[in-house]
């Protein structure tokens, strides 16, 4: 018996900031190739604000006392974040979208309440040694 | 939004903090079909109990499947599991999981750009099933490995007819895992790095 046959693809010339449609007749069925849209759900901030840049594995910390004014959000937010975290762990104690805790954390980065830092993303390899110290590390697994 | 006062969040027990010298993070990426054993894979490895994040995304017109062929505009949960390992003090590597239909994890901006690299992990039952994703991570030029959960029950192929299966190029490393062995699922993560080291090198050569 042999298995399912499947056929390489090459990489696309030009990579773009959003994932666009790909091209027409490459996917069948309608509905496949629309783009969708981020749901921002209303917080205190007005929708469509600069919201800061946040990846999933940005690691966020409190570093200032919550104001009198913090919304409960906002003073869970900054209980949660008195050790390093990053906004996916953000997100999932608190039982949040991604895109509502970003949100929330650009008002609190605004306020100077947390400070944000920033992970390495591939296009900032190659740096060996950064992956030698990430198989470093497995290894001690 | 079932939002929690914040006195009753359950945050993470205290042995699951990170320490404050924790400065960087990076972020590995596990696709591959439905039930293939991605949280498995993820569990296996992480240091905290794997976690789940999600984003809600909103597509306007006829609907997203033809199943639900109506002109309604539809929200799409794209829900991840995710688990930590911290490699240094400084140094913290998160596994991120995808579950559910793999065509929507592409529209979660940044999250295979910013990855250091993916591992495919795919079932000999259903190779199908992991044909569309390889396909977007080379149209996306995204470094993978592609680890082959060995079910008791699946085919077992020669891992060169799987090769030419999923029609990978000789220098995509292939390797036979159990996801739910922690050394198993390392030694996966270990040939994506080792993968990825020596592109840099050759990078670097160049």
Known sequence: ????????????????????????????????SRELERLYVVTGQASGGDRAELDLVTLIVTCADAPPTAQP?????????????????????????????TVLLTELLTAELVQARVPIVRSELPDRSLLEAVMHGLQKL | MDFKSSETVPG?????????????????????????????????????R???????????????????????????TVAMDFGRISITEQLVLYLFGTPGQERFWFLWNGLFEGALGA???????????????IGRLEERGVPFVVAVNDFPDGPHYPMEDLRAALDLSEE??????????????????????????????AQASA
């Open chain 1, 1 to 32: 018996m042999s298995p399912p046959q499947r056929r390489r693809r090459s990489p696309k010339a030009a990579r773009q900031e959003k994932p666009a449609p790909p091209p027409a007749g490459e996917e069948s069925g309608p509905g496949r």
């Open chain 2, 50 to 76: 794997p976690l789940t994040t999600e984003e809600t995304m909103t597509q306007a017109g006829i609907g997203v499947d033809d199943n639900y062929g109506s002109d309604t505009k539809t929200a799409t």
């Open chain 2, 119 to 133: 591992v495919v992990l795919v079932d000999t039952r259903r190779l199908e099933v992991s044909f569309d994703v």
């Open chain 2, 172 to 201: 995509i490393p292939m390797v036979k895992c159990d996801a739910r062995r922690r050394a198993s699922s390392r030694d996966v993560l270990m040939t994506l790095m080792r993968f990825l080291h020596s592109i840099a090198m």
């Open chain 1, 73 to 101: 959000e906002q003073l869970a937010l900054l209980r949660l974040c008195r050790a390093p975290m990053s906004v996916a762990e953000v997100s999932a104690y608190l039982n949040l979208p991604f895109s509502v805790v």
């Open chain 2, 12 to 48: 993470p027990r205290a042995e699951d903090h990170l320490p404050h010298t924790a400065t960087a993070a990076v972020k590995i990426v596990i696709v591959g079909g439905f039930g293939v054993g991605k949280t498995t894979m993820v569990g296996s490895v992480s240091e905290i």
